[in-house]
């Protein structure tokens, strides 16, 4: 998947229910996706909470594939900011 298409999933679930903080997701040279309110946009923009995560692991984490606490754990993913706003992440995925 492209980062169009895992925000446009993330999209998807902001239509059903917005954050009210911003999420980032740094994929580093691959770009990152900002999730802010209600829009979910291919963008570096600043954030409450960023996690860095690979294109292919954000891939894997949203369809399921990969443990978000287990990645965390092996380091597949850092999060810096605040940690209870990537908490909310479940509520999207769904």
Do not use: Y
């Amino acid at each position: 998947m492209t980062l169009q298409d895992i925000a446009d999933k993330f999209q998807r679930g902001l239509d059903r229910k917005p954050l009210s903080d911003s999420i980032k997701f740094d994929c580093g040279d691959d770009g990152a996706i900002t999730l802010d309110g209600d829009r979910a946009a291919v963008a570096d923009a600043p954030a409450d909470c960023t996690i860095r995560i690979s294109r292919e692991n954000l891939d894997r984490l949203i369809h399921g594939k990969l443990n978000p606490m287990t990645a965390f754990a092996t380091g597949k993913i850092k999060v810096s900011g605040d940690m209870s706003v990537a908490m909310k992440l479940a509520q999207l995925l769904r």
